[in-house]
């Protein structure tokens, strides 16, 4: 069973556009959200995240947005930039025997095209 | 620098081997977890810990044992019990007192041959 996805596992984006990379989960018990950005045969780099009380946040580049009602949530990046090319997790907690649990989607791998 | 670390980056074991994998921190972060990447399924978590000589099953923890001895250290044993060992295995950990970004090590690539 599945509580965290990531049904697009590639994406292919020009630079300079918008990416979007999607997420969606199951458990209405998560109440923070994370991105991550992860290389080949490295370990992942948090990129930005949002806590349940809030729909939105933004750093830099990079904004998430989450809907507690749909319990989906999505990553934009603006402008996308070559150096974007990654792979990007999702990925939602919540307390469970005595600390927190984190769950992963799958992924989705974006291509930024120069 | 502050930061979690694994060892040995490469590894590679022979059917029937138990092998164990370091995870130090000197983060002073408290609770420590282990996950495994494979192509096209995410990252599964296997065991995780919130505190020392206390730790939980993740949702794969089948062939796998770990120790929390002390606060910086977390080694998993990949035994030979675990069907399929060959991984990509990560080290993580956060610090207490809530919700929090769980801080990643550089991972560590298992092959069994």
């Known amino acids: 069973d599945q509580q965290v996805k990531q049904n697009s596992p590639s994406l292919s984006v020009q630079e300079g556009r918008i990416s979007i990379l999607n997420c969606d989960y199951t458990?209405?018990?998560?109440?923070?959200f994370l991105w991550y950005k992860k290389y080949p045969a490295e370990g992942p780099t948090f990129l930005i995240s949002i806590s349940s009380i809030k729909d939105k946040n933004e750093d830099g580049r990079f904004t998430v947005f989450l809907n507690k009602s749909a319990k989906h949530l999505s990553l934009h990046i603006v402008p996308s930039q070559p150096g974007d090319s990654a792979v990007y997790f999702c990925?939602?907690?919540?307390?469970?025997?005595?600390?927190?649990?984190?769950?992963f989607g799958t992924g989705t791998r974006l291509k930024v095209l120069a | 620098d502050g930061g979690i670390t694994q060892s040995p980056k490469y590894l590679f074991r022979k059917e029937g081997q138990n092998v164990t994998l370091s995870c130090e921190q000197n983060l002073n972060h408290d609770a420590m977890y282990w996950y495994r990447q494979d192509p096209g399924q995410g990252l599964r978590l296997i065991y995780y810990s919130q505190i020392v000589n206390d730790f939980q099953k993740g949702d794969i923890a089948e062939g796998y044992s770990v120790s929390r001895e002390k606060k910086e250290s977390f080694p998993l044993t990949v035994t030979s019990a675990q069907k399929n060992p060959t991984a990509f295995y990560l080290c993580a950990s956060i610090e207490g007192g809530g919700a929090n970004v769980l801080t990643f090590g550089a991972g560590s690539r298992l092959t069994v041959l």
């Open positions: 990925a939602a907690s919540a307390w469970t025997s005595g600390t927190y649990k984190y769950i």
């Open positions: 458990n209405s018990m998560f109440d923070y």
